[in-house]
């Protein structure tokens, strides 16, 4: 039972958000009515004890104003306990993740999310999750502090530099769903945004089999998207880069006069380092990628390699 119109809260999109709006929908009524009996009160005894109105005005006797006060004071501190009981319950249950649970590990740093499903498959940005499965995030940070916060799941949880926090969660509803960082972690924190793709169980089955299979050139032409190598490498070349088409097997001219031969090891010096090797003619405008595994360097070689015999980039 939910009122989004009203409160303009997101989807539920997990078996616990339902817990996590429950109890705000509570803490709102409790305050409601807490703030309407006190409002009430004062706007009742303003218009009965006004100036000029004959109303008895001495105190109470002195037994009926001590029961007045145990009973009020008892009366809230229940109220209040059994509020922070249902809060803390929910909080308890969420410690340990059921062992049958999904293992999912994140990366945070500045400023994208990496995933690496159980299948071994990574993505950045994106985490695709099986519907009805409960999830569990085994998080890290390799940086400085984030905040790992899905909506509609209602599930926020920081993520920190050398320790592992972990949250879990069960997906129920399909569906896209926002993913942001919640901490302030530097000039590009608004930006540090990714998607939870919620899948039917065959689709997702489906899915891990198409990116594991994958050739790796495949893998390349993708983490060349990802990571931004196209916006400046494109099928021309334009003032931020050059175009890499045909460059593999091609001589290039270095700003210091060497004269390389593009191979493998010409294009992996060229992500890892791009300085130790910069092209005649061309600023020094590419950030090293020296975080990228051997893996997905040896992905974006073969990619690389491909576009020597292809007239276009894939799209
Ligand atoms: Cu990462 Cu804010």
Redesign the pocket.
């Given at each position: 039972m939910t009122v989004h119109g009203v409160f303009l809260l997101p989807a539920e999109a997990s078996r616990e958000a339902i817990h996590v709006d429950q109890l705000f929908y509570g803490i709102v009524a409790a305050s409601a009515l807490v703030a309407a009996l006190v409002a009430g009160l004062i706007g009742w005894f303003c218009w009965h004890y006004r100036a000029g109105n004959p109303v008895k005005r001495k105190p109470l006797p002195k037994m009926l104003e001590r029961e007045i006060e145990i009973t009020w004071t008892l009366g809230t501190a229940f109220a209040f306990l059994a509020l922070f009981w249902w809060a803390s319950t929910l909080n308890l249950i969420r410690l340990t993740a059921p062992a049958h649970a999904m293992d999912v590990r994140v990366i945070?740093k500045?400023?994208m999310w990496k995933f690496e499903q159980p299948s071994g498959v990574r993505e950045i940005n994106q985490l695709h999750l099986p519907i009805d499965t409960p999830i569990q995030l085994l998080m890290t940070s390799q940086d400085v502090i984030?905040?790992f916060y899905v909506p509609a799941f209602r599930e926020k949880q920081d993520i920190l530099p050398d320790r592992e926090t972990r949250v879990w969660f069960t997906p129920d509803k399909l569906g896209t769903y926002e993913l942001k960082?919640a901490?302030?972690?530097g000039a590009l924190?608004s930006l540090?945004k990714g998607q939870v793709i919620v899948m039917s169980k065959a689709d997702y089955a489906r899915w891990v089999d198409k990116m594991k299979s994958g050739s790796l050139e495949q893998q390349g032409a993708a983490l060349f998207r990802k990571q931004g190598c196209s916006s400046c490498h494109g099928n021309e070349s334009n003032d931020k880069g050059p175009t890499l088409l045909g460059i593999y097997a091609s001589t290039i001219e270095l700003k210091d006069g060497r004269k390389l031969l593009v191979n493998d090891t010409y294009i992996r010096t060229a992500i890892t380092s791009p300085a130790t090797q910069q092209a005649k003619g061309w600023q020094d405008r590419m950030p090293a990628f020296d975080t990228l595994s051997d893996h997905q360097i040896a992905a974006l070689v073969a990619y690389i390699k491909t576009l020597s015999r292809s007239e276009e980039m894939s799209r």
């Open positions: 945070a500045q400023w984030h905040s960082c901490e302030y972690c924190h540090m």
